[in-house]
């Protein structure tokens, strides 16, 4: 009965992570007017599943596994599977059975997965206005890939500092990878202040990179700033300038005062003293 017919497939599959892909079996009888009975497709290994199964009219899904073929029928010979969002969990060896009314087939293939990290973004710490002569560390992140790569740190100049940079990759809960990289840049000045990151897969081949520049404050703003606190301090100096005349005026006339009354109360003595003198010399004369 297996003579009457066979299921071709490929025997392996290349998978992109997010996007989908159709794992491709036909069945081939060698008579004419074949019924599908039955046709069953599972996953493989530790992870062993059932994605589909179509048995007599009825059909049962796994969520995000379906016939390629949208309007699939018992009379409709291809069987292939579609995977609508490629995981990395869908990896592995998957194997397609197929009854029908004149014979058994069964077929395997294999799934590997890759997944590309995104175009890197980079920040730096201080963030904006940093003075020269400061330390400069500047971060390259990168998520999305399937395994761990590689950051390369480069100068404007083409020097090579990935030595000096720390680099950690980390696993995330859907099988991917996130890498983070920082370069601290001792004594930054605004002579070496391009910076690039390149994402490099396991082969050493360019996947992604971005650049930076280090944000130091212009000169301009320096004087800026500058005018800024003379500006500030005039503001308070003026008040404290005013108030403190104002004191000196006070005390001037204050002592100024005194002494004029000081002065009438000596001519005032020494009038009455006169005075005095004078009763005292016309009673002498009497």
Not at 221 to 232: F, H, L, Q, T
Request: proline share 2%.
């Amino acid at each position: 009965m297996r003579a009457f017919v066979k299921l071709e497939c490929k025997t392996e599959y290349h998978g992109v992570y997010g996007q989908q892909l159709i794992l491709e079996c036909i069945v081939k009888p060698v008579v004419v007017d074949v019924t599908i009975i039955t046709v069953t497709w599972k996953r493989m290994g530790a992870a062993a599943a059932n994605l589909l199964e179509y048995h007599k009219e009825k059909m049962d899904l796994t969520p995000g596994f379906k016939f390629a073929e949208p309007s699939w029928n018992k009379k409709n010979m291809n069987v292939s599977l579609l995977l609508t969002n490629t995981n990395m969990a869908d990896k592995g060896e998957y194997e397609c059975m197929v009854t029908t009314d004149v014979g058994i087939a069964t077929a395997t293939t294999s799934l590997s997965v890759t997944a590309k990290y995104k175009t890197p973004t980079m920040s730096s710490i201080p963030e904006t206005n940093i003075k020269e002569n400061t330390d400069v560390t500047i971060f390259c992140n990168s998520t999305g890939g399937h395994q761990k790569w590689l950051i390369w740190w480069f100068d404007q100049f083409g020097t090579n500092w990935t030595r000096s940079a720390e680099l950690v990759a980390k696993e995330t809960d859907d099988g991917l990878f996130s890498l983070s990289s920082k370069f601290t840049v001792l004594k930054a000045t605004s002579s070496y202040r391009n910076y690039t990151c390149e994402v490099l897969n396991v082969n050493g081949a360019k996947e992604g990179m971005a650049s930076f520049v280090i944000p130091f404050v212009s000169r301009g703003e320096g004087r800026k700033g500058d005018n800024v606190d003379i500006v500030s301090t005039t503001k308070w100096l003026i008040p404290v300038v005013a108030i403190g005349s104002l004191i000196i005026i006070l005390l001037a006339a204050l002592l100024f005062f005194k002494r004029c009354s000081a002065q009438r109360g000596y001519q005032t003595d020494t009038r009455h003293d006169q005075d005095v003198e004078a009763e005292g010399l016309n009673s002498n004369r009497n």
